[in-house]
């Protein structure tokens, strides 16, 4: 069956896919381990303790840093731009470019993040502390770590790319929205090679634990693997983690001309804004969000047969998604949701972008992978065609939607097809 | 300190900033960046940690003394004599 949607109008130098992913997680570092971990139901959320706030849970990356960087460059960086030199150095690795001869001033670096500089101010005042507040021991390593393009120039200075590199704020919509900047500049032909997704280093600042604690969204559980419970009656918040996840993007013409493998075409994407309150999503605007994407793919909403939720294991948040996604997917027998903050927590800055990543194997196998952790399903969350605790096999897989949203209202909605 | 002492203080801290280094055969008569991967802000690092460890102030016009192992000992001697090794 030929996939129809607006692909078929479009030449193969404004067609964008993705033809490598690298990537960290709580549960795998490259995108085999995770998404065996994913369809295993394995959870990578462990206890915590971070100053200040005490004990917890957090999803935490082990990965071989220095398989790519310098322990040097590790000591003088940030965690956030170690996690993107990880994964931009598998996504290359993976990619079958010969990087060696690759143009770096065609390459642009687009990397989302919810937040950047926390961490390093966090610490900062935590040293001066031991010098009463005396400002001479302040690092002059702080303006290079805390900058907000920091993660994307850790990764340029890494590789020797001198193309555009940039970070993409987005709060917890960050993931797709770097993806989506990507896609936009290989368009515009502003670069050949996107490395585009997002990172977050954020389970090392105390103050998003206790700023979600003050909320009362921080999740706390015995079974630290069982506190990231999106859908579930006795969810009671975030679990914070930190991931990353770039991918390689292209357009298809220079794909095909060098015979990349492609891991998923880009279809669309729609990012749009509650602009109703700081915290709480707007169910409406999310659905617009969905709506504008499948609009711009020439989609219908039939045609989708994985949704990649963003919920967060909120009581607000789960509901209003699932009632603009209720809305939205009204009557399609089709279509499955799942969700990956149930195995991994929230990784803020990358998590559009690595939750994306666990479902696009579905391609190939097609097996959408479940939403772990839903002992009790809260009736509100109760969507036709969720998939709860063991991983489904489908018919077929074209296309997967990923949903991803943030604070201050900002929705991001990327679709991606089979290829 | 002695002169020995503040010499592997030294060693010490470089090998915090330069991990990837091998400090074993560092020659004391000739300049860290000869031998070592070290730019401004490495040397900065130097100063800042005598700063927090020892609380050793060095004003920025004298920072050329800190150009090799034997001069940064010879500079330190007298303002680290008073100090006791950990």
Known sequence: MTLRDCTHELPDDQRIVMTSVGLTSPNGHNLEMYRESLVAGRSGVKDYNIRYVGDTHAGICEFEAVKYQSRRDMRRGTRAGTVGIWSAGEAIARSGLEWANVDKS????????????????????????????????????????????????????????????????????????????????????????????????????????????????????????????????????????????????????????????????????????????????NPERQAQCVRLALKRGKLNADQIQIVSTHATGTTSGDNQECEALRDVFAGCKGVRFNNTKSFIGHTMGAAGAIELAGNLPAFQDRVCHATINVDNLDPKCALDGLVINQPQELDRVDYILNNSFGMLGINSVLIVRRF | MTSAEIRDEILDILSDIAPDEDLSGLEDSKSFREQLELDSMDFLDIVMELRKRHRVQIPEEDYGHLASMGSTVTYLEPKMRDIVAA
């Not at chain 1, 940039?166 to 919509?173: E, F, N």
């Not at chain 1, 006795?234 to 001309?257: F, H, M, P, T």
Request: a negative charge; one cysteine or more.
């Open chain 1, 106 to 281: 065609r390459v642009g670096i687009y990397v989302g993040i919810t937040e950047h500089g926390n961490v390093e101010t966090e610490n900062e005042i935590y040293s001066i502390k031991q010098y009463e507040y005396d400002t001479t021991y302040w690092s002059h390593h702080h303006n290079p770590r805390t900058v907000a393009n920091n993660p994307a120039g850790e990764i340029a200075l890494n590789l020797g790319i001198t193309g555009p590199h940039y970070t993409i704020g987005a709060a917890c919509a960050a993931g797709n929205a770097g993806i989506i900047q990507g896609v936009q500049m290989l368009r515009l032909h502003e670069c050949d090679i996107a490395i585009a997704g997002g990172v977050s280093e954020s389970v090392h600042t105390f103050g998003i634990f206790a700023s979600f604690k003050s909320q009362g969204a921080l999740a706390s559980n015995a079974d630290p693997t069982k506190a990231s419970r999106p859908f579930d009656t006795d969810r009671n918040g975030i679990v914070v983690a930190e991931g990353g996840c770039l991918y390689i993007l292209e357009r298809l013409s220079d794909a095909k001309a060098r015979g990349a493998t492609v891991l998923a075409e880009i279809v669309s994407y729609a990012i749009n804004t509650d602009a109703t309150d700081f915290v709480l999503p």
